[in-house]
C-alpha cells in the first residue's frame, strides 16, 4: 500500500533521451529507454502528487494520471523542464541530455560528394539544465535531483559531480554495455548533497524510483 506522502506536491521528472538533428533525417542521439523517468513518473502519481512529465524520444505508454510533454532537443527539454519547475517542489533530471548537439542544422538532407572526404561534425555544448535549476531554484526548499551513468570509479566521479552539479542529490549507476539502458533493472547509489549515501540494491527500476521519493518527501518535510 502507498502512502500519500507527496500529496499536494508538484514534481517534475524528465526522461528518455535528447536528439540533436544534423538535418531532417539524422541526429545525435543516445541509447536511453524512458524507463526509469516512467517509474519516477508513475510512483509519484502513486504517491499522491501532482506529476509533469517531460519525456524525450521515449516509446512508452503515457502513466495514467500524469501530464505528459514530449520533446525532441536538449533545447526544447530545457524549456519544457524550467516552464514547468516554476511551480514544482522537486524536479528529477532522468532523462539523458545530450552534452553537445551539432553547430549547424542543415535545412536539407546532407548529401555526400562523390570523391570528396566527408566533413567532420562540428559539435557545440548545450545548456546544463540540471546545474541551471540547481543554481536558481524556481522555490525556497525545492528539490532537485539527478542521475550519472559512470562507467568506472562510480562513487568518487559521483561526488565529484554531485558537487559541480549543485543538487540535492545524484542517482549514480553503474553502465556498461549490457547494463541499465533498456533494461527492468538497475542498481545504483544515492548520493546526497548532505554527504548521505543510499545504496539501491539490484532490482526493479521502480523500487530505485522509491527510494528515491522517500528521500525526496524527506527532504521537503
Ligand atoms: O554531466 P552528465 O551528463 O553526466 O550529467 C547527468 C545529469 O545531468 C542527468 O541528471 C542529466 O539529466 C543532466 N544533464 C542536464 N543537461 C545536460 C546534460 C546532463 O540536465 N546538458
Known amino acids: 500500500a502507498e502512502e500519500p506522502d507527496l500529496e499536494g506536491r508538484h514534481v517534475v521528472v524528465s526522461a528518455g533521451g535528447t536528439r540533436e538533428p544534423l538535418d531532417p533525417v ?3 542521439g543516445n541509447r536511453s529507454s524512458g524507463k526509469q523517468g516512467y517509474a519516477l513518473a508513475r510512483t509519484a502519481a502513486a504517491r499522491g502528487a501532482r506529476v509533469t512529465l517531460v519525456a524525450a524520444n521515449t516509446a512508452l505508454p503515457d502513466p495514467a494520471g500524469v501530464d505528459v510533454v514530449p520533446v525532441g532537443t536538449a533545447v526544447e527539454l530545457r524549456e519544457a523542464v ?3 519547475a516554476a511551480d514544482a517542489d522537486a524536479v528529477v533530471m532522468a532523462a539523458a541530455v545530450a552534452d553537445f548537439r551539432p553547430a549547424a542544422y542543415a535545412a536539407g538532407k546532407i548529401k555526400k560528394k562523390d570523391d570528396q572526404e566527408p566533413e567532420p561534425i562540428v559539435l557545440v555544448r548545450n545548456p546544463d539544465i540540471l546545474a541551471e535549476l540547481s543554481a ?12 550519472a551513468a559512470e562507467t568506472d570509479d562510480v562513487l568518487a566521479n559521483g561526488r565529484a559531480k554531485l558537487k559541480r552539479k549543485g543538487c540535492d542529490f545524484l542517482v549514480v549507476n553503474e553502465v556498461g554495455e549490457s547494463k541499465t539502458f533498456g533494461a527492468e533493472e538497475n542498481e545504483a547509489v544515492v548520493l546526497g548533497a548532505d554527504g548521505g549515501e543510499t545504496p539501491v540494491p539490484h532490482g526493479p527500476k521502480e523500487e530505485l524510483a522509491e527510494t528515491v521519493w522517500d528521500l525526496v518527501a524527506e527532504r521537503l518535510g
Do not use: N, S
Open 136 to 147: 536558481h531554484r524556481a522555490r525556497p526548499g525545492q528539490v532537485v535531483v539527478g542521475f
Open 26 to 28: 539524422r541526429f545525435l
Open 82 to 84: 524550467l516552464r514547468a
